[in-house]
């Protein structure tokens, strides 16, 4: 038995640390928290000191027992979770419930994994820092606090189901201001002047007016000055400039890099730093830092005069200018600097080549540039006061730009170019001028890189908090990766050429938004609600407060008992109040009266999402419709809402069976028979007839044709949300970019369906087939129990292999919903017949 037991969060990060450390040290795995807050109660005590109710979870327990089992034969115990917060807090739940005693526990941080850094950290433990897990404590704490009284409040005055963070509505808040203030603006239009000049050698370059004209007549009066003018250079002005290199990466730099370059989510950007560093390969990944060490610094240099020169050396220290920056003390960077690329998971090796740059790059000189100016003077028969402007930019020594250069939420400058060799008084031909019409911008909405350095700015949140907090927001639908296609707005460009002026109508589209980030009508309904009863939670400057507080608490500054006490004081009695008497909020709109019927018509949120209505609240004869998901509560019309109820509307029949075109939750669709047809994305359900409702079923009939027989069974081919793929047997197999996916060979598909059933094969685990039970290996080493629909996630640290029939049959009854008995109705009382019904039964 070895006599040392080192504990890490991540089988991973266990198996690359075992590889430094020699037969005395057993490496295991705690699977990140071993203890928590129960999940179906409050579990602090908000009645006395507000100590916290941490419980082993029932998944965790076998772990525990393992692990408390191996401590107890180690002589020494070396906690060597990650060196923040979190990490901190693993550390001492682990003392506490292995009953780890004080002379044989030692805690000791890294925050790269190499064999220097692990010698190093055995060579300096310490004690765990109570002041860190404090600060833990506080933002769990207080997280729950609001958490689990918000979200009560909603359920009863918004929506079943619904939730409440301090974080993750501070987030929705931002969304949904930056909409309005999107659905508020008013463009401006105005006229932008550019033009071509050619010099004597016939060099081309463009140059533009410095400023706009705001009306058409002015820009065409411009226009008219210039008809038979000739141009001369007035002025030119060279300047040297320089560019510098951007720091090495902080948690929420990579995140927003990440997405502007490799257009990851900043979940998935996470998840793939994470097995970077639990590989050895990256430095910790989640810091403030822009700090590198003495050891990176010079290992940075000698990689770069090695392979760049020395004149591409320039060593800087930086300073970060995040406030209360957490306990890693250095930047997110390669851990070894001579390593350029990395073998194996694509992704992960982008991620890596992007952390490889801009490490490498924030230590090489600065770029060397001329920028030049130029003003063009217009010579014509009036005289003309305005000036063309052309810029050029000239790189005289690339310096870190060779490796590497930051790039930006939005790209609104046009790029300088170079100019031709130029001279004051040089004279110049004109190719031509236009005048452009152009609009104002509305703010853009934000991306999640976007998102996540506006919550950095503010003060909200920290590094750990931005990824799960976006997901969060995501998952609970108060948020959406838009789709918007965006609508076409005519615009007008003049143009002078060859002395005459021409009219030109052109078109752009505008407001198209894929993959921003856009609230959803519940997100809606519940940040107004939140904003309007609890608007000292959902203040900036109150969740800046609460992080500045949480770093008080890491530095022993503040008492974090005393800091819940204070908030809950004035919380508290708030829910108690909203609960009672606020009044409900479902979003409802009047928008008119039923022409037919003279009843009120209205949209609201409905239990399942959106709706239209045509009667009051009490009427027992209303007529309901759901809205497309391409419509909103806050912004559809009373047409819209009218033309949703002249849906279902039946278009003939079909091989015998009726055709309707109807409107549904996912969106509009043709039914034929049992089978549903989504109709193509911008086309009007109400303009559909019989006409083109064949054309798409015969679509779909050839779509869902078998391409091909295997085993004499059919296989059809698809593309889903997760790209191409192939039906067979049931089965959906994904098709990868290995295959050319419109002419897939026979052979192809046989390797396809054969490479899927052996991948089935070799997941399942056992099988009992007269029970309908299967065992089989899952993702991320868990595994899954199923029988029929219902599906046991099963921990990493079961022994799968030795699961019996029995107590697989007691899992699958212990998770089998039991079903509720019907409880019987009272009787019904008779209503008074009305005069039709009477008139109805006389006849």
């Not at 392979?307 to 070894?336: L, V």
């Not at 003279?598 to 009427?619: C, N, S």
């Amino acid at each position: 038995m070895a006599k040392n037991l080192v504990i890490v969060e991540s089988p991973a990060k266990a198996k690359t640390i075992e590889k430094f450390l020699g037969k005395d040290f057993k490496v295991s795995s705690s699977f990140g928290h071993i203890a928590d807050l129960p999940s179906k109660e409050l579990g602090v005590d908000v009645e006395g000191d507000f100590t916290p109710k941490y419980i082993v979870s029932s998944d965790k327990k076998a772990l525990v027992r393992e692990l408390k089992a191996l401590s107890k034969k180690a002589e020494m115990v070396w906690l060597a979770s990650d060196e923040d917060r979190e990490g901190e807090a693993i550390a001492w739940h682990l003392a506490e419930e292995l009953d780890l005693k004080e002379e044989k526990t030692k805690r000791i941080v890294f925050h790269e994994i190499t064999k220097t850094a692990i010698l190093k950290a055995i060579e300096n433990p310490r004690q765990i820092d109570y002041n860190l897990v404090n600060a833990q404590q506080a933002r769990r704490v207080l997280d729950r606090l609001v958490g689990y009284e918000l979200s009560p409040v909603l359920w009863r005055k918004v929506k079943g189901g619904l939730s409440a963070g301090r974080v993750q509505s501070v987030a929705v808040r931002l969304i949904v201001e930056r909409e309005r203030e999107i659905e508020a603006f008013t463009p401006v239009g105005s006229y932008r002047i550019d033009a071509e000049f050619i010099t004597a050698e016939g060099n081309k370059f463009k140059a533009k007016l410095p400023k706009n004209f705001e009306k058409e007549a002015d820009a065409r009066a411009f226009l008219a000055k210039n008809i038979k003018a000739s141009y001369k250079v007035s002025d030119l002005v060279k300047k040297p400039a320089k560019k510098s290199p951007a720091a090495p990466f902080t948690t929420s730099t990579l995140q927003q890099e990440a997405s502007r370059k490799l257009y990851f989510s900043v979940g998935k950007t996470m998840t793939m730093a994470q097995r970077l560093y639990e590989a050895g390969l990256i430095t910790y990944m989640r810091t403030d830092s822009v700090n590198l060490s003495k050891d990176a610094i010079a290992a940075a240099e000698k990689e770069i005069s090695d392979s760049y020169g020395s004149e591409y050396s320039k060593p800087r220290n930086y300073k970060g200018k995040a406030k209360g920056a957490q306990e890693a003390h250095e930047a997110i960077r390669p851990t070894d600097m001579s390593r350029k690329s990395i073998e194996g998971d694509y992704d992960q090796a982008r991620l890596y080549d992007l952390i490889w740059k801009r490490t490498i790059a924030s230590q090489m000189s600065d770029a060397q540039l001329e920028r030049t100016n130029v003003k063009i003077e217009v010579l014509a028969s009036e005289k003309v006061s305005e000036h063309f402007a052309a810029n050029g930019e000239m790189i005289k020594f690339d310096g870190f730009l060779k490796v590497y250069l930051e790039g930006t939420d939005f790209e609104e400058e046009e790029q300088e170019g170079m100019l031709p060799n130029l001279s004051k008084g040089d004279d110049l031909g004109n190719e031509y001028i236009t005048a452009t019409e152009r609009f104002t911008r509305p703010p853009y909405r934000f991306t999640e890189a976007s998102l996540v350095k506006q919550l950095e700015e503010l003060g909200i949140g920290r590094p750990s908090t931005y990824a799960p907090t976006i997901s969060t927001i995501i998952n609970r639908n108060y948020v959406e990766k838009g789709s918007v296609e965006g609508v076409e707005r005519s615009y007008l460009q003049l143009t002078l050429q060859e002395n005459e002026v021409n009219d030109k109508t052109l078109t752009e589209t505008i407001g198209s938004d894929k993959g921003k980030l856009v609230p959803t009508d519940i997100g809606m309904i519940v940040n107004d609600f939140l904003v309007e009863h609890f608007s000292s939670v959902l203040d900036y400057n109150f969740t800046a407060k609460v992080e500045q507080d949480f770093d008080d608490i890491a530095e022993g500054k503040e008492e974090w008992k005393k800091m819940m006490k204070d908030f809950y004081a004035k919380f508290h009695p708030r829910v108690e109040d909203v609960s009672e008497n606020a009044d409900r909020e479902s979003g409802e709109r009047i928008l008119g009266e039923d022409p037919a019927s003279g009843k009120t018509v209205l949209v609201r949120l409905g239990k399942f999402g959106p709706m239209a209505q045509i009667g009051a609240p009490d009427d027992e004869e209303k007529k309901f419709a759901s809205l497309r998901p391409d419509q909103q509560l806050h912004q559809i019309t009373f047409e819209e809402v009218m033309d949703l109820f002249k849906l279902p509307k039946t278009l003939g029949v079909y091989k015998e069976e009726d055709v309707e075109v109807n409107n549904g939750r996912f969106g509009p669709y043709i039914r034929l028979g049992k089978k549903f047809i989504s109709l193509p994305k911008g086309m009007d359900p109400l303009e559909v007839d019989m006409e083109v409702a064949t054309e798409l079923i015969l679509e779909k009939e050839k779509a869902d044709a078998p391409i091909a027989f295997y085993e004499e069974l059919p296989v059809q081919k698809g593309v889903g949300r997760f790209g191409p793929f192939i039906k067979w047997n049931n089965i959906f197999i994904n098709v990868n970019k290995k295959y050319d996916f419109d002419n897939l060979s026979e052979a192809d598909i046989k390797q396809l369906i054969e490479d899927k059933k052996q991948k089935e094969i070799d997941k399942l685990i056992n099988e009992w087939p007269d029970e309908g039970i299967r065992l089989e290996k899952a993702r991320w080493g868990r595994f899954n129990l199923i029988k029929g629909k219902l599906k046991i996630e099963l921990p990493k640290t079961t022994e799968a292999d030795k699961i019996t029939l029995e107590e697989a049959l007691a899992m699958i009854e212990k998770k089998t919903p039991k079903k509720k008995a019907a409880k019987k109705k009272a009787p019904a009382k008779k209503k008074a017949p009305t005069k039709k019904k009477t008139a109805a039964k006389k006849k």
